[in-house]
């Protein structure tokens, strides 16, 4: 069965730092594309961060240039995204993706 479950999200000042993790199951992130995304209140899904199957393509939306950085652990079957530098406009629900699966999905607000 083709599970991804994230976590690390959470409540952090403007400026702060989060990584979140995404755990695979059911199948083997190495060969297939990920993605992270993200899903503001009252706001279409976005695509923030995707890497190609066996790493040769590496993609940044311009709000995480920069900032974020999309890494996976084939060992652990685990993807990360490290965000630095976070501004309030960042505040959404973040969500792996990869072989065609959705995680749940993990609330990251950055906030005073």
């Known amino acids: 069965q083709v599970q991804l479950v994230e976590s690390g999200g959470g409540l952090v000042q403007p400026g702060g730092s989060l990584r979140l993790s995404c755990v695979a199951s059911?199948?083997?992130?190495?060969?297939?594309?990920i993605g992270w995304f993200r899903q503001a209140p009252g706001k279409e899904r976005e695509g923030v961060s995707c890497v190609s199957s066996l790493g040769g393509f590496t993609y940044y939306a311009d709000s995480a240039k920069g900032r974020f950085t999309i890494s996976s652990d084939n060992a652990k079957n685990t993807m990360d995204l490290q965000m630095n530098s976070l501004k309030p406009e960042d505040t959404a629900v973040y969500y792996c993706?990869?072989?065609?699966?959705w995680g749940q999905g993990t609330q990251v607000t950055v906030s005073p």
């Open positions: 059911g199948f083997d992130l190495a060969y297939y594309h």
């Open positions: 993706r990869s072989m065609g699966a």
